[in-house]
């Protein structure tokens, strides 16, 4: 069964201060790994696919990288209009179209 | 931009009573997914369909819960009868998978917030 931890649940940064947020996997093989953004009141919003370790997207101030076991999402010099829940889910061998989601990042950026 | 168009978007209704949850995925996608949100238990995937047809439900309780899609451009769920536990809110989503990999992750809709008192 595909397993997927995401940490911390919740980070408040200053605007500027620069972090990451981690997603950690359990799968057999993976086919992609994706990244979402959710606001209050709205369905998640498609950030990054990974396909392979080693692999990187950015997007602005988001860059997503991919290890064999944790995927990270770094937000550099983060602005309050980043502030959002951050979701990671998987695609494995075995779950054919099926993402297994985590139970996100809570992010909040204070001016 | 192309978008998944849900209603209703909110529904309160009476335990007992039945619930049709609707879905307008993007025109091209193939592959429609429901998927359940929760504080307690957070995204779970419900059913998903490819080309019309159903690929998996298994994460449906099936003795109250269906979902077809009668057509392309509609997905339906419907629980009946609904139950004070079914409140949350369902998400459609659909995507185009070609091969093994889905092309651009996938599209949500707005969800509809559901409420059962």
């Known amino acids: 069964e595909d397993q997927v931890t995401q940490s911390p649940e919740a980070l408040r940064l200053q605007e500027g201060e620069s972090s990451s947020l981690n997603c950690s996997y359990t799968?057999?093989?993976?086919?992609?790994l994706f990244w979402y953004r959710q606001d209050p009141g709205k369905g998640p919003e498609f950030l990054f696919t990974l396909y392979s370790a080693g692999e990187e997207k950015e997007k602005e101030r988001l860059k997503a990288t991919l290890t064999k076991k944790e995927s990270f999402l770094h937000i550099t010099a983060p602005k309050p209009e980043d502030s959002a829940t951050y979701l990671c889910a998987v695609q494995s061998e075995t779950s054919g179209s099926r993402l297994t989601f985590g139970e996100g990042t809570q992010l909040t950026v204070n001016p | 931009d192309a978008r998944v168009t849900q209603t209703p978007r909110h529904k309160v209704t009476e335990m007992g009573q039945e619930v049709t949850m609707r879905c307008q995925p993007i025109l091209g996608h193939n592959t429609v997914f429901w998927y359940r949100q929760t504080m307690m238990q957070g995204l779970e995937l419900l059913a998903y369909f490819r080309n019309r047809a159903p690929l998996d439900d298994s994460g449906m309780p099936k003795d109250r819960f269906s979902a077809e899609m009668p057509d392309a451009t509609l997905a339906t769920l419907k629980i009946q009868p609904s139950e004070p536990r079914d409140s949350a809110v369902y998400f459609c989503a659909s995507g185009l998978r070609s091969g093994t990999q889905i092309n651009y992750g996938y599209t949500f809709g707005s969800g509809t917030r559901l409420t059962v008192v």
């Open positions: 799968v057999s093989g993976l086919r992609g």
